[in-house]
């Protein structure tokens, strides 16, 4: 099987991560779980050996500096610079200029937990597999909860052994939904991650959204290299649509497959799912710092130095970061990225 190309993506401000995750340091280049950071461990997973050739990662300016200090698991690693954050259709198109055609890029988010690196590895190879029949692979995660922020995958007839054609591609639904679709047990959350021959992803752009690729190419043939970073045209970058590869391609494409991924996901999308991701006591509780819990359940405490006590408290998050203090129900952590400390940070 040809080398997969690791594509990390390594964009956005985590601002539901809010006070931890801030735009001078997002989540992606924090330790949340574990010693190593989100970035680290995107890296540690796809290792280049005879699966993964050396990564390519696509980050923006404000960004480089942490990508380049962190990049130690991947010394061969290129960087693409973007010269604005024009969302996932545009990034993955730098990259899929930048590698040979017929090279099957895995393309990651550089901001998500993955327990199970051995079946990451296996979902890997079985979309690749895909990929090399043409197909645009989405890893589809199963879902084991009815969750209201994800995206959903709804599986179609079998192809092969490994995957599945997808039938719809479906929007955060709301709770009723959801539960609709967990009971169907067809429904895969769409994890974000993906598959593809470069030259089959560039092709689909070209049919449904020609003008971004048009202005990408143009401004990766006027770009700049230097060392192991290159530096696309700012003029015709500033061209590019901002949309996401799900709208622009994903949702339009003839192609779309699925492989089913039973990995340990999580997007880390709010204190939450963070919550949930790392080891909990016997009551569900997660104490990070000088923490004392007394009579708590499902309580997360997490401060970077002022001793925190929680007396009876169930289902609360309690975050401090230097003079920044969150307090929030489990149900609130999504309206974090709200909060004007969040957006203003």
């Given at each position: 099987m040809t080398q997969i190309v690791p594509v990390i993506l390594c964009g956005g401000s985590g601002t539901r991560l809010w006070p931890r995750s801030r735009a001078v340091k997002p989540k992606p280049f924090l330790p949340l779980i574990g010693d190593s950071t989100l970035f680290e461990a995107t890296l540690g997973r796809c290792p280049p050996d005879a699966d993964f050739a050396p990564a390519i990662v696509v980050t923006g300016a404000a960004h480089l500096t942490h990508v380049e200090d962190q990049l130690a698991a991947a010394p061969d690693a290129r960087v693409i610079v973007e010269p604005a954050a024009k969302n996932t259709a545009a990034a993955i198109a730098l990259a899929a200029l930048r590698v040979p055609k017929d090279a099957i890029m895995l393309v990651c988010p550089s901001d998500h937990h993955i327990a199970d690196r051995d079946a990451f590895i296996a979902a890997a190879r079985a979309a690749a597999s895909l990929a090399e029949e043409g197909w645009l692979v989405s890893f589809g995660i199963e879902a084991r909860t009815a969750e209201t922020g994800y995206g959903y995958l709804k599986r179609g007839e079998a192809i092969g052994k490994t995957g599945y054609r997808v039938d719809q591609f479906v929007e955060k639904p709301d709770r009723?939904?959801?539960?609709?679709?967990?009971?169907?047990?067809?429904?895969?959350?769409?994890?974000?991650?993906?598959?593809?021959?470069?030259?089959?992803?560039?092709?689909?752009?070209?049919?449904?959204?020609?003008?971004?690729?048009?202005?990408?190419?143009?401004?990766?043939?006027?770009?700049?290299?230097?060392?192991?970073?290159?530096?696309?045209?700012?003029?015709?970058?500033?061209?590019?649509?901002?949309?996401?590869?799900?709208?622009?391609?994903?949702?339009?494409?003839?192609?779309?497959?699925?492989?089913?991924?039973?990995?340990?996901?999580?997007?880390?999308?709010?204190?939450?799912?963070?919550?949930?991701?790392?080891?909990?006591?016997?009551?569900?509780?997660?104490?990070?710092?000088?923490?004392?819990?007394?009579?708590?359940?499902?309580?997360?405490?997490?401060?970077?130095?002022?001793?925190?006590?929680?007396?009876?408290?169930?289902?609360?998050?309690v975050v401090v970061d230097g003079d920044e203090v969150l307090v929030t129900t489990a149900a609130g952590a999504q309206l974090v990225g709200k909060l004007s400390g969040a957006v203003n940070q």
């Amino acid at each position: 099987m040809t080398q997969i190309v690791p594509v990390i993506l390594c964009g956005g401000s985590g601002t539901r991560l809010w006070p931890r995750s801030r735009a001078v340091k997002p989540k992606p280049f924090l330790p949340l779980i574990g010693d190593s950071t989100l970035f680290e461990a995107t890296l540690g997973r796809c290792p280049p050996d005879a699966d993964f050739a050396p990564a390519i990662v696509v980050t923006g300016a404000a960004h480089l500096t942490h990508v380049e200090d962190q990049l130690a698991a991947a010394p061969d690693a290129r960087v693409i610079v973007e010269p604005a954050a024009k969302n996932t259709a545009a990034a993955i198109a730098l990259a899929a200029l930048r590698v040979p055609k017929d090279a099957i890029m895995l393309v990651c988010p550089s901001d998500h937990h993955i327990a199970d690196r051995d079946a990451f590895i296996a979902a890997a190879r079985a979309a690749a597999s895909l990929a090399e029949e043409g197909w645009l692979v989405s890893f589809g995660i199963e879902a084991r909860t009815a969750e209201t922020g994800y995206g959903y995958l709804k599986r179609g007839e079998a192809i092969g052994k490994t995957g599945y054609r997808v039938d719809q591609f479906v929007e955060k639904p709301d709770r009723e939904r959801a539960q609709g679709f967990l009971d169907a047990g067809i429904y895969a959350w769409n994890g974000g991650i993906f598959a593809f021959r470069a030259r089959d992803f560039l092709a689909e752009l070209e049919a449904h959204r020609p003008a971004i690729l048009d202005a990408v190419q143009r401004s990766v043939e006027r770009g700049v290299e230097d060392n192991h970073r290159f530096y696309p045209e700012p003029e015709a970058f500033a061209e590019v649509q901002s949309e996401s590869v799900d709208y622009a391609v994903m949702e339009n494409t003839s192609r779309a497959a699925m492989v089913p991924a039973d990995m340990g996901w999580s997007d880390i999308g709010n204190w939450q799912s963070l919550h949930e991701a790392r080891a909990r006591d016997a009551d569900g509780n997660v104490a990070i710092g000088r923490v004392e819990l007394v009579d708590c359940r499902n309580v997360l405490v997490d401060s970077d130095g002022p001793r925190v006590s929680v007396i009876g408290l169930e289902n609360v998050m309690v975050v401090v970061d230097g003079d920044e203090v969150l307090v929030t129900t489990a149900a609130g952590a999504q309206l974090v990225g709200k909060l004007s400390g969040a957006v203003n940070q």
